[in-house]
């Protein structure tokens, strides 16, 4: 299916207003034919990197400022369209009803932040599972036609299940003894969740405060998966060199909050890292290699 090519960049008040209204008829979605959403997809040309808003996210996940571009920076930078694609009336779900469960991000060629790039993204797989709807969205970065960049974004909306009797003796603790370096006793603020969105356009209630949060069901405002990732990933490793970044969120963490990281020490390329709570359960795993 060709992308449809937007005019311009659709605005973060825009795309949060249409994403509080999607999908808030009630529909039956267990059984529905998902065939169509398949290989949709949306482009926008001409995205140029702002300097400065490059220096501040290189300062909020603790790297030094230069112009080299992060794997994760065009994550951000694509955010908007991603939101758009999700926002597709012809994709059957709300938008804030969405679990973020997983992002690989991959840095293909070199990218260069004096150059515009193009975006596409597009609707990679998409199909029923035990737990809801699962969908994939594949965003690619183009530079002179050049594929420079893409990401995979799994993302799950959940839909009424058999139910099922709990498993006991199950609480997801990190039993792994290869993860031996270890940070604990992380401060986690409870502002997170806003100064993210302040840098990302990624303003989510549930992450801003508990009040906003409480509308969405949750006891207190929980930080942005992809937050948590970027800045225990980089407390692993000060290099900008990271070509993948892979992250998986297992459970959110509420603000404010105290986090211990681990990570292996396998080699100077390539290293795992696990965010556990002070009850040793696990929050998200990642993985990265130069």
């Not at 994403?19 to 959403?37: I, M, R, V, W």
């Not at 530079?143 to 099922?164: E, H």
């Not at 356009?201 to 801003?208: F, K, M, R, T, V």
Request: charged content about 20%; hydrophobic content about 35%; some cysteine.
């Amino acid at each position: 299916m060709d992308a449809t090519t937007l005019k311009h960049a659709p605005s973060i008040p825009s795309l949060y207003w249409s994403a509080l209204f999607k999908g808030k008829e009630k529909k039956s979605l267990e059984n529905k034919d998902l065939s169509q959403c398949l290989g949709l997809a949306i482009r926008l040309n001409d995205n140029v990197i702002e300097t400065q808003h490059l220096y501040k996210f290189q300062s909020f996940v603790g790297l030094q400022e230069s112009n080299h571009i992060p794997v994760a920076y065009l994550q951000l930078l694509s955010f908007r369209l991603q939101l758009k694609l999700l926002l597709d009336k012809r994709l059957p779900f709300p938008v804030m009803g969405l679990v973020h469960l997983s992002s690989k991000m991959d840095t293909l060629k070199t990218i260069h932040h004096q150059k515009s790039i193009d975006f596409v993204s597009s609707v990679e797989s998409i199909e029923h599972t035990d737990k809801g709807i699962c969908t994939c969205i594949l965003t690619q970065a183009y530079q002179n036609d050049r594929l420079v960049w893409q990401s995979f974004n799994d993302y799950l909306y959940r839909t009424p299940q058999p139910k099922k009797q709990p498993q006991s003796g199950h609480n997801n603790k990190n039993g792994n003894s290869e993860f031996v370096k270890t940070e604990a006793n992380w401060e986690v603020p409870a502002n997170l969740g806003r100064r993210y969105a302040a840098l990302t356009g990624d303003a989510n209630p549930i992450h801003l405060c508990a009040l906003s949060a409480k509308l969405f069901g949750f006891k207190r405002a929980i930080a942005h998966g992809m937050c948590m990732g970027l800045l225990a990933v980089y407390r692993c490793t000060q290099s900008e060199n990271i070509k993948s970044l892979s992250l998986t969120f297992k459970k959110p963490v509420y603000l404010p909050n105290k986090v211990a990281l681990k990570a292996n020490l396998t080699d100077e390329k390539s290293q795992s890292f696990s965010l556990l709570d002070t009850n040793g359960i696990t929050k998200l795993e990642g993985h990265w290699h130069q």
